[in-house]
T-cell receptor, first 115, second 113 residues
Framework: DAMVIQNPRYQVTQFGKPVTLSCSQT?????MYWYQQKSSQAPKLLFH???????NEADTPDNFQSRRPNTSFCFLDIRSPGLGDAAMYLC??????????????FGQGTRLTVV | KQEVTQIPAALSVPEGENLVLNCSFT??????LQWFRQDPGKGLTSLLL?????REQTSGRLNASLDKSSGRSTLYIAASQPGDSATYLC????????????FGEGTQLTVNP
């Protein structure tokens, strides 16, 4: 049974047209993450939520925003997608990480194409 | 800078062969290390998680080892099958990075029938 669910699996958007990707989880985990993965590259962390606290990575462009209305759902908003934003977007969850050794669980990803 | 490196970038083997994938990291102060599998166009599937206090973990035909002092981990796959063909990613949770997983770029494995 899928525990981290991303929708849609494939998204095509026009250059400059706002787009939202969604992620839901059934694990009741405190932490939700968004990673960007470009072809043949390592996933790159964009930001994460620890409960309702938003933590942005220093090099994440302002074009990327996120919302977490409740424990189960998290959204990635791209305000004005450019061609360079075409990538696989991965959502992940984990329990409270302050104790250190916890496992991350990933969804199946959303492949974003910008035309 | 805390980095993760995976060698080789690609590997092609005949079916039935035992193989080893390598992962190295730059700081021994880690919480844990996690191995993932990624099929083309798909998300990440967790294979094995090794805590910093552990030396190895096993799941079926997979065995992962951890040597913090040398900054290395290996993923051993026994009796490889065509269904094992995928990209294998190593990710480290460094103690100074809190929540962040630092990924290697992966090893693309092809097992030929």
């Amino acid at each position: 049974d899928a525990m981290v669910i991303q929708n849609p699996r494939y998204q095509v958007t026009q250059f400059g047209k706002p787009v939202t990707l969604s992620c839901s989880q059934t694990l009741n985990h405190n932490v939700m993450y968004w990673y960007q993965q470009k072809s043949s590259q390592a996933p790159k962390l964009l930001f994460h939520y620890y409960d309702k606290d938003f933590n942005n990575e220093a090099d994440t462009p302002d074009n990327f925003q996120s919302r977490r209305p409740n424990t189960s759902f998290c959204f990635l908003d791209i305000r004005s997608p450019g061609l360079g934003d075409a990538a696989m977007y991965l959502c992940a969850t984990s329990r409270d990480y302050t104790t250190g050794g916890i496992e991350a669980f990933f969804g199946q990803g959303t492949r974003l194409t910008v035309v | 800078k805390q980095e993760v490196t995976q060698i080789p970038a690609a590997l092609s083997v005949p079916e039935g062969e035992n193989l080893v994938l390598n992962c190295s990291f730059t700081d021994s102060a880690i919480y844990n290390l996690q191995w993932f599998r990624q099929d083309p166009g798909k998300g990440l599937t967790s294979l094995l998680l090794i805590q910093s206090s552990q030396r190895e973990q096993t799941s079926g035909r997979l065995n992962a080892s951890l040597d913090k002092s040398s900054g290395r981990s290996t993923l051993y796959i026994a009796a490889s099958q065509p269904g094992d063909s995928a990209t294998y990613l190593c990710a480290v949770r460094y103690r100074t990075s809190g929540s962040r997983l630092t990924f290697g770029e992966g090893t693309q494995l092809t097992v030929n029938p």
